[in-house]
């Protein structure tokens, strides 16, 4: 009973809500993006957007890939404002087919896939 464990009323369990992969991707970018151009450390900002769908975890991983995507872009990647940009459309791209690219960003990829792949 809630009330022997010194509770006032029973504990409401918050369902995970689980975007899909594409979605959960191009919010996170979208997301880190706008952190990065208003200069604000884009972490907290993934962690804060990926907790409801229980996959803060994929915080870090994501930084990193879009740290190195737009490094590997050599400027900073567009959003899409009424459907997805040529980046965006190109990250999830390279999400689902890049083989092994022996470079940092090959390595995000693939972590991220994993990650992915894993509900983490």
């Known amino acids: 009973m809630a009330e022997e464990a010194g509770m006032i ?10 975007l899909s992969g594409a979605v959960l991707i191009i919010e996170a970018f979208r997301c880190w993006r706008r952190a990065h151009l208003a200069g604000l450390a ?18 870090p991983a994501l930084d990193s890939l879009m ?11 567009a959003l899409g404002t009424k459907g997805l940009s040529a980046d965006e459309a190109l990250l999830l791209d390279l999400l689902d087919t890049a083989a092994d690219i022996a470079t ?9 896939r994993v990650m992915m792949a894993e509900g983490v």
Request: aromatic share 6%; no cysteine.
């Open 67 to 77: 740290r190195l995507f737009e490094d590997s872009l050599g400027r900073p990647p």
């Open 104 to 112: 940092p960003f090959g390595s995000a990829l693939r972590s991220t």
């Open 42 to 59: 884009a972490a907290p900002r993934l962690y804060r957007l990926l907790a409801p769908s229980r996959r803060p975890m994929l915080a």
């Open 9 to 18: 009323h029973t504990a409401i369990e918050m369902p995970a809500v689980r």
